[in-house]
């Protein structure tokens, strides 16, 4: 009984593995769409870069047991995961310049640090 479930497990891994394989060469070889996620300006990476974010999302996929979806779903998932990875790996984010409220209006800072004085705008 223990012998049946290991080559049924062993089996089943070098499915996953083959699978695996498969979807990294897929991925790896659509130029089109790599360049489309490289020219994105929220992902600052070299294609080298990418190459390794590849092999860390299909580990992921596969931890997730997500490896037998439609390679347009992995695609279009590995899209939106990489822009999560390039801001929190240090690609700047854009953000919205807040008012300090603690900045006096005398002062010509109208809630900004570094607010232009205009003539006539003390009050």
């Known amino acids: 009984m223990r012998k049946e479930k290991e080559k049924i497990s062993g089996k089943k891994e070098k499915e996953t593995n083959q699978k ?17 996620i490289l020219r994105d300006p929220r992902i600052n990476f070299t ?22 979806k439609p390679l347009s779903e992995i695609k279009r998932h590995f899209f939106n995961w990489i822009i999560i990875k390039a801001n929190k790996n240090g690609s700047p984010k854009q953000t919205k310049h ?20 205009l003539p006539g705008s003390e009050g």
């Open 20 to 36: 695996a394989a498969e979807i990294l060469l897929e991925l790896k070889s659509s130029f089109s769409w790599r360049d489309k």
């Open 98 to 117: 807040k008012a300090d409220p603690t900045t006096p209006v005398l002062k010509g800072g109208y809630g900004y640090n570094d607010a232009i004085d």
């Open 47 to 68: 294609r080298e870069k990418m190459d390794q974010y590849f092999m860390i999302f299909i580990n992921e996929l596969d931890v997730k047991d997500d490896l037998y």
